[in-house]
């Protein structure tokens, strides 16, 4: 099926900017996404035209928020234009990336195994977790399992995560699936509060700090406002803010600039070396 995009839009961007950690090109020009038991493969066919693997209801029902197609992207960065020349060119850079509506979960779990990984170890954890413990299923172009639910994660113990490349976050999973489990932690009733109280009540996992509540509060719930602080913005802060950090001064979604920043930031710090 063929959609019509008016606005930023590039799954390369989307798929490579630290958000989400299975979206992958599986081949030149086709990108696939996940969000719980729904997998979809996109392609550009130009600017404005995306081919997806999908129906029109389910690109309505599911892939519409997943890809946050209601708030214009264009218009952000326009409002965040003239107030830094390193967020402008990192908006300008970032162009097409978008804030996915990822499921809390996975989100929760992915950004546990993120503390002091790269990404593409933060990826192999990850896939190796899903290939263990998720559900396969076969799609048009690969078998693949979909990430694990609480239910199909209830009862492990640290052992049976040995040899996923997890570490002492090991039993920071478990602790999550656990609080989960015993009702100490509802995901979904945490969409109704306000993000003060998201963050403290997501802390309340063990290894879950400031960076990762803030993680799972953008990239799960939303919270555009909020800003994760990691090794790339707190690089940004120091070398080109001047040691200030300038995002709250941002207010309306500083956690889309943020991500801009990031995205510029680790690309240009990385391709200099």
Not at 237 to 255: C, Q, Y
């Amino acid at each position: 099926m063929i959609v019509s995009i008016a606005d930023d839009f590039e799954p390369q961007k989307i798929a490579h900017c630290g958000q989400c950690f299975r979206a992958k090109e599986i081949f030149a020009g086709i990108y696939r996404f996940i969000t719980e038991n729904r997998v979809i493969y996109i392609s550009n066919e130009n600017r404005e035209q995306l081919e997806v693997s999908c129906d029109a209801d389910e690109w309505r029902d599911t892939w519409t928020n997943y890809f946050d197609l209601e708030t214009n992207y264009k218009q952000i960065r326009a409002e965040v234009d003239g107030i830094d020349p390193l967020i402008k060119s990192a908006a300008d850079f970032g162009a097409g990336i978008r804030i996915l509506r990822q499921a809390p979960f996975e989100t929760l779990i992915s950004f546990i195994i993120s503390q002091r990984k790269s990404i593409p170890s933060i990826t192999t954890s990850i896939e190796r977790i899903a290939q263990r413990f998720g559900r396969p299923i076969e799609t048009k172009y690969e078998t693949i399992n979909l990430f694990p639910t609480v239910e199909e994660l209830s009862g492990i113990g640290i052992d049976d995560l040995s040899g996923l490349g997890l570490g002492y976050r090991k039993k920071y999973i478990v602790d999550a699936v656990n609080a989960i489990k015993n009702g100490t932690i509802n995901l979904e009733r945490l969409r109704n509060v306000d993000d003060q109280n998201l963050i403290d009540e997501l802390k309340k996992i063990k290894g879950v700090g400031d960076k990762v509540a803030n993680c799972v509060a953008l990239f799960a719930y939303h919270r555009v406002d909020r800003v994760p602080i990691d090794v790339w913005i707190k690089r940004a802060i120091d070398d080109d803010f001047g040691g200030k950090n300038i995002f709250p001064d941002i207010k309306r979604n500083a956690g889309i600039v943020q991500q801009y920043v990031f995205h510029y930031k680790r690309f240009r710090d990385s391709n200099s070396r």
